[in-house]
């Protein structure tokens, strides 16, 4: 179930993202600092996992460069445009990051799971500020629509 909701939520981040129109008018600044930021995450993150993934290496690789690909792209609106609807994207999305390396640490480094609390903890919250974000986007095109 957590597997689906979550392919749901990249689903809509796409939607968000891709299908509506996209501007591509970001300064070469907010291009580098997204590219920076989420790109040396996926280096560490697929460093870290990519040799103990086994079978699922391919899985990894797309799960990695997908939330690479939405990371940068949230940071890059965010800079762009500062607000809560951007601001909630981005830091709902790092939360899922840093879910993503407790993970990694709980599998590749430890025995046993030492980081039993905090991964469902930051699930919850990364989910609540995604799906917060996508709320206070409807919330404005609502009050725009109502305007006319």
Known sequence: MGVFFYWLMQLCLFIEFIVFPFPLRYSFKEHILGILF???????????VYS???DMKFHGLVYGITLT??????LMKLIKQPNIKNGL???????FSVRDVLLTYNKRYFNEDIFTYPIPIFHVIGFYLIL???LKKEEIVFSKRSKK
């Open 38 to 48: 989420y790109g040396s995450y996926f280096i560490i993150f697929m460093n870290h």
């Open 52 to 54: 103990s993934l086994d």
């Open 69 to 74: 690909f939405f990371g940068s792209l949230t």
């Open 89 to 95: 994207f981005f830091f709902g999305l790092l939360i």
């Open 132 to 134: 917060s974000a996508f």
